[in-house]
């Protein structure tokens, strides 16, 4: 075996800075000429520290950035209108895309991928979505869904909104 540090984290093997046990043919062929790993030596594990303490200064930054992101998505409530059936099932559905949207409108820049939606909504009322914001922080917003007034005429609630 060969003790190794990791320089990038490698998914089913270890994260970034972890000392590990490794074959030795599996750190010479394939860690270390990716510059993933580097052999454990005194001087390494010293700049490897110093590299770390730096790392987890800036990931703190992150995150108190990050959890005043959060904080304020916590406090969104968006209501997203549909027309719907009697029994307040929506015709279509609300995506991830629509909520992303509405989002946007807001203005924040979330991307669709995080919002974690197990499956387009599909009923009328409220519901709490997670949006995955860092590592494993979340943050959660409200969506009501609500029932789309049909206008009287035929003509949209723009152009009524105008005359």
Known sequence: MMKVILL???EKVGKKGDVLNVAPGFARNYLI??????EVTP??????????QALKK?????RLSYQEQINKLNEV????RRRSSEKDVIFGSV??????EELARLGFEIDKKKIMLDEP???LGTFTIPIKIYHDERAEIK????KEEPTTSGSTAEEQKNS
């Open 43 to 52: 001087s390494n594990i010293k700049m490897v520290e110093m590299r770390q």
């Open 33 to 38: 000429p990716r510059k993933l790993a580097m």
């Open 8 to 10: 990038e984290s490698v």
């Open 121 to 123: 909504i599909k009923r």
């Open 143 to 146: 969506v009501t869904v609500s």
């Open 95 to 100: 995506s991830a895309a629509d909520i992303q």
């Open 58 to 62: 800036k990931e703190e930054k992150e």
């Open 77 to 80: 409530h968006l209501e997203i």
